[in-house]
Each structure stands twice: as C-alpha cells, then as structure tokens.
C-alpha cells in the first residue's frame, strides 16, 4: 500500500536550475496538492488541483508551475531555482476537495538550492 | 479564509506528565479541524479531525482533543506522554484545502 509517493527525496541544485517534483498517488483520489514546509511557518501551499484536469494556486504560488498529469500524478516544477525555494515538499491528496476530508501525505522533498 | 494558530512553538514535558497543545480557529462557521503529527524525516500522520459529531475527539496513540465554540479551540492532550511521542504537532483547518498553524514541537524529558 503505497499511499503518496515523491520523488525524489533529497535534491541540490544551483541557482538558475530547472527541476520537477514527482508525486503519485494510489488511492483514487481526486484531490492533490503541493506544500513547502518552513521552519516556524507550518506548511503552506503552493498549488492544488481540486480534480483532474483543474489546478489553482495556493498561498505562494510565485516561481512554481505545475501539471496534473492524470488522476493519479500531480508534478511541480521549478523553472529557475532561487535560494529561497529551499524547502522541503510535501505532497498530498484526499478524496474530495471538500470540508472535512483527510489529506494524505508523501514522505517529503527535501530540496537545496545554491 | 479560514485559519489556526497554534500557541507555543515548543512544549517540553516529563515523561508521565500531561501533553497539552494549544490551537484556536478563526471561523464564521463551524469549521473542520484536524490534528497532524509529523516525527523526524517524514510526512505528516493524522492524529484525529473535527467534523461536528462530537465535541471530545479521540484519535490514535490515546490522543484527544476537545472542540470549544466559546473559545474558538481545539486543544490537543495526551495523558501520560511517552518518549515516542517526541515530534512536531500540526493543527488545520479546511474548506476546500488544508490550512495549517505553525507547528509546536514537543520534545519529553526523561
């Protein structure tokens, strides 16, 4: 039962770079969603797809892009990497977009940029 | 929007002695609330949600949380802590997504 699955887990990259963050999931859901976690700032989010083929941003949404690609894969890209987009990533899904449902998580990105 | 936060940053407790980790909402409507752990290197795991059944939540790991109107709260507890209950403690809020407090770290003291 794998649930969330990112890839990759660890990532250095200079400034400048491009890269994309995988997630899948397998639990037929129709909601996923991209955070970045901070230290002291909780998780905040970036993107959301509320259901295939939709996706909107969320709370800091600036230097990222993302795709879902399918139901069960929503990527985000970094076009140009900043030093402020060190973080690590999360990405969720849950059964509906609506109130009261439980996300999901993957294990975490966590990504360097110099 | 709907939004939590969460007051201490760090809690540090005994072994033995009472978690207690504090959140209060900001809400016109009675919102849903949830409680997230997340220990050292991995996602975030849900301890126990708020949906309106029932003001006293229980969830995993004899945690519990207790939903005040009057008090726009939703502290979390846990009697007795262990050592394994040493990580970082989210609370949320949801509408059409989750929203997240800052986080308090617990770490229990032998």
């Known amino acids: 039962n794998a649930g969330v699955t990112q890839t990759p887990k660890f990532q250095v990259l200079k400034t400048g770079q491009s890269m994309t963050l995988q997630c899948a999931q397998d639990?037929?859901?129709?909601?996923m969603y991209w955070y970045r976690q901070d230290p002291g700032m909780g998780l905040r989010l970036i993107y959301y797809?509320?259901?295939?083929?939709?996706?909107d941003k969320g709370e800091v949404p600036n230097g990222y892009n993302v795709s879902r690609l399918n139901k069960r894969e929503f990527s985000l890209r970094l076009e140009s990497a900043a030093p402020s987009q060190t973080s690590v990533y999360f990405c969720?899904?849950?059964?509906?977009?609506?109130?009261?449902?439980?996300?999901?998580f993957g294990q975490g990105t966590r990504l360097t940029v110099v | 929007a709907q939004s939590v936060t969460q007051l201490g940053s760090h809690v540090s407790v005994s072994e033995g002695a009472l978690v207690l980790l504090r959140c209060n909402y900001s809400?016109?409507?009675?919102?849903?609330l949830f409680w997230y752990v997340q220990y050292p290197n991995q996602g975030l795991q849900l301890l126990l949600k708020?949906?309106?059944?029932?003001?006293l939540v229980k969830g995993i790991n004899g945690f519990e949380a207790e939903f005040k109107k009057s008090e726009t709260s939703f502290h979390l507890t846990k009697p007795p802590a262990h050592m394994s209950d040493a990580a970082e403690y989210f609370c949320?809020?949801?509408?059409?997504?989750?929203?997240f407090g800052a986080g308090t770290t617990v770490t229990v003291r032998a």
């Open positions: 797809s509320a259901s295939e083929g939709t996706t």
């Open positions: 969720a899904s849950s059964e509906s977009p609506g109130a009261g449902t439980e996300a999901f």
């Open positions: 639990m037929n859901h129709n909601s």
């Open positions: 809400s016109s409507v009675p919102p849903y």
């Open positions: 949320a809020v949801s509408d059409y997504k989750l929203s």
């Open positions: 708020y949906t309106s059944a029932a003001t």
